[in-house]
């Protein structure tokens, strides 16, 4: 079993930055994949980003390439979401996920954390 608990959500004006955190505790999440989803209000889970837990590999969505980058502290078993020149349409509620298949669909991850509102004011 793993958990996962994000934070850092929070609201900022277009432009700004923010750091989401995903703190991960139980068996095995090391050799899982991890990913990253959002969603607003009224559509469905959209893919963010994806990643090796520890440092090698990452894939983001063209949505937010040059924008987000993912980061580890793997003492600590964090890993975070580095949101750059964030804009309205970034506005959603993110998760963290473990799975270990990953990628870029929503049923291919095991384990989910709780999800922390990230808003954008114009």
């Known amino acids: 079993q793993v958990q996962l608990v994000e934070s850092g959500g929070g609201l900022v004006q277009t432009g700004g930055s923010l750091r989401l955190s995903c703190a991960a505790s139980?068996?095995?999440?090391?050799?899982?994949?991890m990913g990253w989803f959002r969603q607003a209000p009224g559509k469905e889970r959209e893919f963010v980003a994806t990643g090796t837990w520890s440092p090698g590999y990452e894939y983001y969505a063209d949505s937010v390439k040059g924008r987000f980058t993912i980061s580890r502290d793997t003492f600590k078993n964090t890993v975070y979401l580095q949101m750059n020149s964030l804009k309205p349409e970034d506005t959603a509620v993110y998760y963290c996920a473990v799975g270990r298949v990953g990628g870029r669909v929503v049923g291919s991850y095991d384990y989910w954390g709780q999800g922390t509102q990230v808003t954008v004011s114009s």
């Open positions: 139980g068996r095995g999440f090391s050799s899982y994949l």
